[in-house]
């Protein structure tokens, strides 16, 4: 997912996410001078949430995604 179409999704600023993955709370992976997220980041994430019945924080959670 580019970062636009994930911050649309989320419902977050562009910049926030750019934030957030610099600081090494959300999992992106660079190409070139490009950043994209798995979707299987989100889709693993939203699973854990359903597992657990709880809140998933993406700075403590890796799900076995490299940063």
């Known amino acids: 997912l ?3 179409d ?3 999704e989320l419902g977050m600023s562009q910049m926030t996410l750019y934030r957030v993955i610099a600081a090494g709370e959300f999992p992106a992976v660079r190409i070139g001078r490009r950043l994209v997220v798995p979707a299987r980041v989100l889709d693993e994430m939203t699973a854990a949430a359903l597992a657990t019945g709880s809140t998933v ?3 403590d959670w890796c799900g076995g995604v490299a940063p």
């Open 2 to 4: 580019s970062i636009a």
């Open 6 to 8: 994930l911050a649309a």
């Open 57 to 59: 924080s993406a700075a």
